[in-house]
């Protein structure tokens, strides 16, 4: 007998975790994933419920405010709080998706310190976490509304789904850039997060259709990817809605290239990240 990784095993048998392997990275993915999924709340639950309940305030908000000012009159047929939660779920489904990475831990982190753990494993966990509870939070949703209040029709269910990933790819790519910048400039890289969010409450278009803006007003959104994503979504979503100022390759090559700026910017931050560097900001 001989005791391995704290382990009493049979002579010859070795249990051990090889995390340059792939399948070695993925099960340090999984761990890491459920470990931010329950970050926040030692019951995964507890954090899911508090998520569907943002998305339903959201939603009740929405439905008011737009039933009041009547800015729903101008509507195609169709069902209204699938056409609001259509926006808001792309909404929250891209900007969780940001924050979750932009905060992840950074490579001077303590936690980050440990052998195992590298950039991929955290990034990945912080984004597949962000996208768990937003998948699961739209079956609950979706369910519940089919099940209570009317049945829910999709025109086209698998458009509607490659948005709703192209909407958590594209703020894994922002995200990655804020990531990516926040070994240099920490606090500003938080405050920029922050703005990005509240500039996309307006800007991402989930409150009116892309083809009801007038021409002077398309410069001030057609520049945001999440704004073609969810344009297109509602163009999947109901048949009498076909997008003309909006197109999904726009959001996926913006992430794309996302993705590659940040990976660069990252490369090159690594090699200035330091315990001293990070403790003297």
Not at 107 to 118: D, F, G, Y
Not at 230 to 253: H, K, T, V
């Amino acid at each position: 007998m001989q005791l391995e990784m704290g382990m009493l095993m049979p002579t010859g048998y070795r249990v051990r975790h090889d995390s340059s392997t792939f399948w070695g990275t993925l099960e340090l993915i999984y761990h890491q994933t459920v470990y931010e999924v329950r970050k926040k709340h030692r019951n995964p639950l507890i954090g899911l419920i508090i998520n569907i309940a943002q998305t339903l305030l959201m939603l009740a908000g929405f439905y008011v405010m737009m039933s009041v000012l009547r800015m729903r009159d101008g509507w195609l047929p169709g069902d209204f709080v699938l056409y609001l939660l259509s926006g808001i779920f792309i909404f929250f489904t891209h900007i969780k998706a940001m924050a979750a990475v932009s905060s992840a831990i950074g490579p001077t982190s303590p936690m980050a310190l440990h052998r195992p753990l590298n950039t991929l494993v955290v990034i990945g966990a912080a984004a597949l976490a962000a996208l768990y509870l937003q998948i699961v939070s739209l079956i609950v949703v979706l369910f519940l509304y089919h099940a209570l209040i009317t049945p829910v029709q999709i025109h086209n269910p698998i458009g509607v789904a490659f948005m709703f990933i192209l909407a958590w790819f594209t703020g894994l790519g922002v995200g990655m850039i804020f990531y990516a910048l926040k070994v240099w400039f920490p606090n500003l890289t938080m405050m920029m997060s922050s703005v990005y969010s509240r500039v996309n409450m307006i800007a991402s278009g989930k409150m009116f259709l892309g083809n009801s803006l007038p021409a002077a007003a398309l410069p001030l959104f057609v520049w945001n990817p999440l704004f073609h994503i969810i344009d297109q979504a509602r163009g999947c979503m109901f048949i009498n809605y076909s997008p003309r100022n909006s197109s999904w390759e726009y959001p996926l090559f913006a992430g794309i290239c996302l993705l590659m700026l940040s990976f660069m910017i990252l490369s090159q931050a690594r090699r200035y990240a330091s315990i001293s560097r990070s403790a003297a900001r």
